[in-house]
């Protein structure tokens, strides 16, 4: 009878544990200076806002590091809830909710070629010439992406680009972000590549992708208007001065 008790009051004592602690699945990849990933570790200003605003609804988030085209699939079938910094496109909208933004970026395309080939792409017909790195699943103009005359080659991620650049497979690599594939190359000790004249300029959302097959969609309106009111109250701001980043423009 004691025992029977006892097992009644664990199973009490878990259920109530279960039921208070509200988990969402975020997945994150490395992305500096905004998305760090160091010894197996998450950290960043886009980490830090999401875990506060997923408090303020009491939620906690778990984390996972997963190359970006991974998190995208797992967008897809509602087996990743969040994903920060989601570029919103109308094919993703199909599948994702945006939440946010909680700022913007000038977050021009660039290209990237071999020093002292800077003047070989000075517009967009230039680029018809060449054979051009693409990372999967990345969004980086309208044109681009949906332009299937060019000559794209398919790579994994910013590791596998910067190989194989490097190793003389392509001369000219599409980038969204600069600092993202320059890290790469200085782990590699490579240095010979500059920026051709010719560069794509925009202007993105930051926004935070929810996957709308999630089975916590229910957060998605209060999730987002916290995200917001972080954004025009400045903390997010402050978020980003703890790392010595300057904040995402406000144009709202």
């Given at each position: ?179 993202s594939i320059e890290s790469a190359f200085k782990q590699k000790d490579f240095t010979d590549y ?59």
């Amino acid at each position: 009878m004691i025992r029977f008790i006892c097992c009644l009051i664990l199973l009490s004592i878990s259920t109530l544990v279960s039921a208070e602690e509200k988990l969402l699945h975020a997945d994150f990849r490395h992305r500096p200076p905004e998305m760090i990933v160091e010894n197996n570790r998450a950290a960043g200003p886009l980490k830090d806002v999401l875990d506060e605003a997923a408090d303020v609804i009491g939620y906690k988030i778990e984390w996972r590091i997963a190359p970006f085209a991974r998190s995208l699939k797992g967008l897809k079938n509602g087996k990743v809830d969040l994903v920060p910094r989601v570029i919103k496109t109308s094919q993703r909208e199909k599948f994702i909710d945006f939440l946010g933004p909680i700022g913007h970026r000038q977050k021009d395309i660039v290209f990237l070629v071999r020093k002292g080939k800077e003047k070989t792409i000075n517009d967009y017909h230039d680029l018809y010439k060449f054979e051009i790195g693409i990372k999967r699943d990345t969004a980086y103009f309208t044109k681009f992406d949906a332009d299937q005359a060019l000559h794209k080659i398919l790579l994994l991620d910013d590791r596998n680009m910067s190989s194989m650049f490097a190793a003389h497979r392509f001369d000219v690599m599409v980038v969204l972000d600069k600092d993202s594939i320059e890290s790469a190359f200085k782990q590699k000790d490579f240095t010979d590549y500059a920026y051709a004249d010719y560069k794509h300029k925009q202007n993105i959302g930051i926004f935070y992708g929810l996957s709308k097959l999630s089975a916590n969609t229910k957060v998605n309106a209060e999730l987002s208007r916290i995200l917001l009111d972080m954004s025009q109250s400045g903390r997010v701001a402050q978020i980003y001065q703890n790392y010595k980043l300057e904040a995402p423009l406000r144009l709202f």
